[in-house]
Nanobody
Framework: QVQLVESGGDAVQTGGSLRLSCVAS????????QAWFRQAPGKEREGIAAVGSDGNTTYADSVKGRFTVSKDNAKNTLYLQMNSLKPEDTAMYYCAAGMYIVHASACLQLRPSFGWWGQGTQVTVSS
């Protein structure tokens, strides 16, 4: 049973930085893709960054140049470095893992229709 646990969320001011972590357990194979999503109150879940098994990355335009996704396979951990945070980045942040090859497309296209999900970690950015 794959389990994902996010951490690192916090309340910060505009312009601040945070690093989110997502620790996985129960992997029987390496994920084909891992991604970060976020959801603000009253809004749909938004895909923001993904990394494929080959290391290729994808970013939403809203975070490109400010956020960086990375992974440490040895630690089964996915990271999201978030810099130059804005109030509009306020949301619950979720990580997701696509364990089957059929998940890879949705994952890399940042569509929230695949795989296993964590419970989320809250990021609040104040002005």
């Amino acid at each position: 049973q794959v389990q994902l646990v996010e951490s690192g969320g916090d309340a910060v001011q505009t312009g601040g930085s945070l690093r989110l972590s997502c620790v996985a357990s129960g992997y029987t194979n390496r994920p084909y893709c891992q991604a970060w999503f976020r959801q603000a109150p009253g809004k749909e879940r938004e895909g923001i960054a993904a990394v494929g098994s080959d290391g290729n990355t994808t970013y939403a335009d809203s975070v490109k140049g400010r956020f960086t996704v990375s992974k440490d396979n040895a630690k089964n951990t996915l990271y999201l470095q978030m810099n130059s945070l804005k109030p509009e980045d306020t949301a619950m942040y979720y990580c997701a893992a696509g364990m089957y090859i059929v998940h890879a497309s949705a994952c890399l296209q940042l569509r929230p229709s695949f795989g296993w999900w964590g419970q989320g970690t809250q990021v609040t950015v104040s002005s």
